[in-house]
């Protein structure tokens, strides 16, 4: 017989150790409690996460439910060791999603897996999320941490987020609303965000031979790996103090993977496009860095990355103005990067 101590084969023998994951469960609970809000009902640990609508005051909620990831942007993490960004990350990308159709984000939950549980890194991680959930003002209602022998290499993990929002139907924004004339406002990014690691991670790593500690000229002496572990922005609280001050917004996207270009188009209505343009807004400077280490084109950036704007809003040329301001009230830097136009597709004036 093969196992532990002859006994027969067991599951710790399998490579499954129950005990890492009830150390990294405790720490998770006390991690979800400093983000509940009015509606959670019940403290992580239960078989399902539960949330009251009730508390929101609203009269015809909509739910609006996002998924992600982080990426290969965690293949970074794994070689700095440093973890906490990452988890802010996964929110980032799931409640700016919901936001986009400007939903309130109520709760998150996420997914870990490993191939060996290390509860000191699952706690990072889960300190992350709850940072992100409590920046995006939702709850980390549950989630799930897996431990699955032979699936992931030694210091590797994955994550999964899922969000839920909730919005007054009448208030839904999808972009039908979106007309010819109406301004882009674009809303600064902090850098790469959580997209086109995959092609960042080539160009700097294997075509420019950087390390994680370089410091590139275009950096201006902040390390490469600072840099590319720059959290992603979350939006929630300055978008939503925007609609709640009455400003009257056509469209919101999340400028995620597909670029400025593809995702602006999402949330356009039939038969609008738009025009942006670029010496409007600031370009971080790791956008330079890649660019000149991959020799990579500039319609290939525009495609991959988000080159300084997370996140654009459609709305009337008129309250265009007024929507920048309070967006900078509230903490981002915000401008009118360009207008809709009759037609289809989204192309840049430069």
Wanted: aromatic share 6%; glycine share 16%.
């Amino acid at each position: 017989m093969s196992g532990d101590g002859g006994q027969g084969l067991t599951y710790h023998g399998a490579g499954v150790d129950r005990g890492a994951a009830r150390t990294a469960i405790a720490a998770i609970a006390g991690l979800a409690a400093r983000t509940r809000r009015p509606g959670v009902v019940a403290d992580v640990g239960g078989f399902g996460g539960l949330f009251h609508l009730a508390p929101l005051g609203m009269s015809d909620p909509v739910l609006v439910a996002g998924a992600d990831g982080v990426g290969t942007k965690l293949k970074v993490a794994f070689w700095a060791k440093r973890h906490r960004g990452v988890g802010q990350d996964l929110v980032a990308m799931s409640v700016n999603d919901v936001l986009a159709h400007g939903a309130e984000p109520l709760f998150f939950l996420d997914y870990y897996a490993s191939g060996r549980t290390d509860p000191a890194v699952v706690a990072e991680v889960v300190a992350g999320v709850a940072d992100g959930c409590q920046e995006a003002g939702c709850a980390l209602l549950g989630g799930e941490t897996a431990e699955l022998p032979g699936m992931y290499p030694e210091g590797e993990y994955e994550l999964a987020g899922f969000c839920v929002g909730a919005v007054e139907r009448d208030r839904v924004i999808d972009g039908a609303r979106v007309r010819p004339g109406d301004a882009v406002v674009g809303v600064a990014s902090s850098g790469l965000h959580s997209n086109g690691f995959a092609l960042a991670r080539r160009a700097l790593f294997d075509g420019a031979g950087l390390r994680l500690d370089s410091t590139p000229p275009e950096l201006g002496g902040t390390p490469l790996v600072d840099e590319l572990l720059r959290p992603t922005r979350i939006y929630v609280r300055a978008v939503l103090a925007l609609l709640r001050a009455g400003v009257e917004v056509h469209g919101i996207a999340h400028i995620t993977g597909g670029g400025l270009a593809e995702n602006l188009a999402r949330a356009l209505a039939p038969g609008t496009g738009a025009v942006l343009r670029p010496q409007r807004w600031r370009r971080p400077p790791v956008f330079a860095l890649i660019q000149r280490a991959g020799g990579i084109s500039e319609d290939e950036m525009r495609r991959t990355f988000n080159i300084g704007v997370g996140m654009t809003l459609v709305l009337p040329a008129a309250a265009a103005g007024r929507a920048a301001r309070l967006l900078a009230d509230a903490g981002e830097t915000a401008q009118v990067i360009g207008e809709v136009v009759a037609g289809a597709g989204v192309r840049f004036a430069d």
